[in-house]
């Protein structure tokens, strides 16, 4: 099913080769796409504290995001205002200054420019430090995760991501424990890789497992505006293609081990699974530590997974999520990154207290405190080659999204013929049409 909540301002045109294969589009969006839209930058969680700051490098333009010593969120291009340079060459980190490492001009969180080296030595009397401070950015805050955008006349964030928001909002991953912080570099424009999650066609061909997780084919499509889109697909089930076993399948005994139901209750119906979780659920969450309360039954048993126009993967499901995150190489269209942030929800005593029963961990190492993780960065070929892995599904993308780019620079190959299935693609692609093109 497929429901359109808002359809693009232009109409479909096709999705042609060069969107992934040519220098000037790509040098054209650095000048039509990426400043005129909302970009997520980093977790609120990454900058908390007064000078906390995370660098987010996107195609040709550095940026910083920090917190300022009155508590208020700071986005700024990482450029010395003395001669270009970057202030900042760290991912994050936490200083009371930001010194850029050139000729030492420093600034404050806030980007105010506090320390010019030799400040009399420049003509006039020194530097007028209050009109050379760091140049600004739009910053924004929602669902945890802090945005930015250059572009003043763009709609306020909230709007910018409308119903997305409703959507996300009650799995709070704000409040879940970022347990993995993963760069992969690909050999594929970075529209190519996003592509690929934003469709199902390809799942029964290189994602095998997935047909004893979810039933794909009956999945729900929204099509939002400003180019955002969604999925949801029904979980603890299987493939309504496949021939129904008799027993549950490893992913599904290991879920109801999980939630105190014994598998061999299931024998001959496994497809009730699905129907009963929401109670194994509710019944077991408390001594788990998860509260469901906020959960509908759908929400306890689905898995949704929402792209916000034009980068950016949030996936989520009661328990975890993850987002990812598609960047653009400054200067080379058949070459971009993709980052995956992965978070879990810890289990908590309190909530096996509000609801007065014992508290029992189905894993007792996942209450500890876990630190953030460290910025992993690695290339395909470590994937490929079996030394990294982003999990299974998506190290399985990585082995194929080199030869579609590949076959982009084909002579034998103009424009992608789509399937309904794929219209999350068309959809998108047609937003992306009217942002590089709004006349």
Not at 155 to 173: F, K, S
Not at 341 to 348: D, G, K, M, N
Request: hydrophobic share 35%; proline share 8%.
């Amino acid at each position: 099913m497929i429901t359109v909540h808002a359809a693009p301002p232009t109409p479909s045109q096709p999705v042609t080769a060069d969107r992934y294969i040519s220098e000037d589009w790509l040098r054209r969006e650095h000048t039509e796409l990426w400043p005129k839209v909302w970009q997520f930058a980093c977790m609120e969680s990454d900058v908390i504290a007064a000078g906390e700051y995370v660098v987010l490098n996107i195609g040709r333009e550095s940026i910083i995001v920090s917190r300022t010593s009155e508590g208020n969120l700071a986005a700024h291009f990482n450029v010395c205002q003395h001669r270009g340079a970057r202030v900042l060459t760290d991912d994050r980190g936490c200083e009371k200054h930001f010194t850029c490492p050139y000729h030492g001009w420093s600034y404050r969180p806030d980007g105010r420019l506090v320390v010019v080296p030799d400040n009399q030595r420049f003509p006039g009397g020194g530097v007028d430090r209050s009109k050379h401070s760091l140049k600004p950015l739009r910053v924004a805050s929602v669902l945890g995760m802090v945005w930015v955008c250059s572009d003043p006349e763009t709609v306020a964030l909230y709007d910018y991501l409308g119903p997305l928001i409703d959507r996300i909002e009650p799995y709070n991953i704000g409040d879940m424990t970022l347990v993995g912080d993963q760069t992969v570099v690909l050999n594929c424009n970075w529209k190519a890789i996003f592509d690929n999650f934003q469709e199902l066609y390809h799942v029964e061909h290189i994602h095998p497992q997935h047909q004893e997780l979810f039933d794909c084919p009956t999945a729900s499509t929204d099509l939002f505006e400003h180019g955002h889109t969604g999925i949801t697909i029904a979980g603890h089930t299987l493939n309504s293609r496949m021939a129904i076993p008799d027993e549950p399948n490893y992913y599904q005994v290991r879920s109801l081990q999980m939630f105190g139901a014994d598998p061999a209750d299931y024998h001959g119906r496994v497809l009730d699974i699905r129907a009963d979780m929401p109670a194994l659920r509710r019944q077991a969450g408390p001594g788990l530590g998860w509260d469901y309360d906020p959960f509908t039954d759908e929400r306890l048993t689905d898995i949704e997974q929402y792209n916000a126009f034009p980068n950016t993967m949030i996936t989520v499901q009661p328990d975890d999520a993850l987002i990812a995150r598609a960047r653009p190489h400054p200067t080379d269209p058949n070459w971009c990154y993709w980052d995956k942030f992965t978070f879990v929800r810890q289990p908590c005593e309190a909530v096996a207290q509000r609801h007065g029963v014992p508290f029992e961990p189905h894993d007792p190492t996942a209450v500890a405190p876990v630190p953030r993780p460290v910025h992993d960065e690695f290339t395909q070929e470590d994937i490929i080659e079996g030394r990294k892995t982003m999990g299974s599904t998506i190290d399985q993308d990585v082995h194929y999204i080199r030869d579609v780019q590949a076959g982009m620079h084909s002579q034998g190959f103009d424009a992608a013929l789509l399937c309904d299935e794929e219209a999350r693609i068309q959809h998108y692609h047609d937003w992306l049409s009217h942002w590089m093109d709004p006349s």
